[in-house]
């Protein structure tokens, strides 16, 4: 039986490890962690993360192939294919500090492979990693082998949050890249049968280690350039009269578009997007390609444009402070049906609010009070190490509640921040919230999901990102 270990039991490895176990059950799947209380979650009825369908596979399959532990020697000793899907978090300090993604998690995972392994192996980086890391991977585990014999893969993740077990079910595609060599191509054949059991095998495609490495930054700096290209335009679609969702709905019939991903919003976030697009910022600067990195830098430039210009449009409306004035936010992760909260939106524009003097009032299906606090009071990039790396005790966030329904976070408020697009926003009682807030009452959707004419017909002042500007908010211009 064909032994699978994956290092990192995170919202990468736990979800492709659990598909991979469904879809091959003779195949053994071990996920390793060094974080005790995320392999005992996995281990217990309420999973560490939430993913629609998640629950079901691991049902399915744990403790029959599938199984989560903290051994992680043990297990990584004995696999035949040994995943990699640790954090690579941006560097906070040093050389490349805001930019060049911090491979000490990767490093330390690669040693611990070298020192413990006995037999030969497949290595597949599954994390997210500059270009080139596998040469590095390949140099420390080559100087430390003891004669074993070991074949580093590219098979970078594409699945996106809140639809994972979906993408992991049918990709798009399955990217594999290996050494050009014999050996690599006998590695390249053993992951491809792993996936050939449930992926076509035209949509298993297979490159050059680079090719593989640099595909997976490439594809998310042209999936966030898209939003930063249609945020922009939400930005000239309010100067000037013309309606964002109309132009990205023209402009995606084009089919050399395409219709997805053209949601106009306050902006991207998630674990993915600015931390890869620095990262390939860094490597261009690093290869002597200024004005490629200047390029690729621009749409975070725009992101944190729409974020800010978003506070200023609630703060000018407002009469120009949001002092003392209590402001509900509906949805605080970075987009609906996942708990994630990595990079959200909803950090920076409660920072700016709170900045302003506001009270907020946050209300998020899936979001904990402690992981809020924790979000608000954390420095920028440190959420991306482990769990138990991260402050533990937050300090007091004075003007910030976090309530248990959208209701209670509206009432008495001046105004309501609609921060994520989650379905139950779509279905509230606007009428009973209208009656319960201070007037005038306001409404600022960031993410187009409410119908802002009902909502005027109520009484409510409604911002919309992108679409035509009330009377008021005209009368009230915001500075960029
Ligand atoms: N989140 C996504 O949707 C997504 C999608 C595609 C790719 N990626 C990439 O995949 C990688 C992992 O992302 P994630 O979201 O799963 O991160 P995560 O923080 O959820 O999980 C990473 C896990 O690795 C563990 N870990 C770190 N060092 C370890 C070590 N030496 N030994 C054992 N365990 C260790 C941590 O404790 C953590 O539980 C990143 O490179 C990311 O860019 C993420
Ligand atoms: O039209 C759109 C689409 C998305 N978003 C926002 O963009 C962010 C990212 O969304 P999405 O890409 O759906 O989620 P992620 O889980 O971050 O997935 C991205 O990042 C992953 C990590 O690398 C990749 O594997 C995925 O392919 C890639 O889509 C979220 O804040 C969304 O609200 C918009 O504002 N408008």
Request: glycine share 6%.
């Amino acid at each position: 039986m064909v032994k699978i270990c994956c290092i990192g039991a995170g919202y990468v490895g736990g979800p492709t490890m659990a598909v991979i176990a469904l879809k091959c059950p003779d195949i053994e799947v071990v996920v390793v962690d060094i974080s005790v209380p995320r392999i005992d979650a996995w281990n217990s009825e309420t999973l560490p993360i939430y993913e629609p369908g998640l629950d079901d596979v691991v049902k399915q399959r744990r403790g029959k192939n599938l199984f989560f532990s903290t051994d992680v020697e043990k297990h990584v000793c004995e696999a035949d294919i040994v995943f990699v899907s640790v954090n690579t978090p941006t560097k906070t300090q040093g050389l490349g500090a805001g930019k060049a993604a911090d491979l000490t998690y990767w490093e330390s995972a690669a040693r611990m492979i070298a020192d413990v392994s006995k037999s030969d192996k497949i290595v597949v980086e599954k994390s997210t990693v500059p270009v080139k890391t596998a040469e590095a991977i390949e140099k420390i585990l080559m100087h430390n082998s003891k004669g074993i014999n070991f074949q580093i893969l590219s098979n970078p993740e594409f699945l996106a949050e809140g639809t994972a077990i979906e993408d992991l079910f049918k990709p798009d595609r399955v990217l594999i890249g290996g050494r050009e060599t014999p050996e690599g191509a006998k590695a390249v054949q053993a992951l491809k049968n792993v996936y050939a059991h449930w992926v076509p095998v035209d949509q298993i495609l297979c490159t050059n280690l680079w090719s593989a490495e640099l595909s997976k930054l490439a594809a998310n700096a042209f999936l966030a350039q898209r939003i930063s290209s249609v945020n922009a335009m939400s930005a000239l679609c309010e100067a000037t009269g013309a309606d964002v969702t109309q132009v990205a709905y023209a402009v995606g019939k084009d089919t050399r578009i395409g219709p997805k991903f053209l949601n106009a919003s306050v902006g991207f976030g998630g674990s993915c997007f600015q931390k890869d697009i620095l990262n390939l910022v860094y490597i261009c600067e690093c290869n002597g390609l200024p004005e490629v990195a200047n390029y690729w830098k621009q749409v975070i430039k725009i992101n944190d444009y729409q974020k800010s210009r978003f506070v200023n449009r609630v703060v000018s409306s407002m009469f120009n402070t949001v002092s003392g004035k209590k402001i509900a936010v509906f949805g605080f992760a970075f987009k609906k049906d996942t708990g994630d909260t990595r990079e959200t939106p909803a950090i920076d524009v409660c920072k700016g609010l709170l900045g302003d003097k506001a009270k907020i009032d946050i209300y998020d299906p899936q979001v904990s009070k402690d992981q809020i606090q924790r979000d608000l009071t954390m420095k920028k990039f440190d959420w991306d190490h482990p769990m138990h790396l991260q402050p533990s005790s937050p300090t007091s966030m004075d003007k910030v509640n976090v309530v248990l329904d959208a209701y209670e976070a509206a009432k008495d408020a001046h105004g309501i921040c609609i921060l994520t697009e989650w379905d139950e926003f779509k279905a509230l009682d606007y009428k009973k919230i209208y009656d319960n807030m201070q007037k005038p009452a306001f409404l600022f959707d960031g993410r187009n999901v409410v119908d802002a004419d009902k909502m005027r017909e109520i009484g409510f002042i409604v911002y919309a990102i992108g679409k035509p500007l009330d009377q008021w908010l005209k009368d009230m211009p915001a500075v960029a």
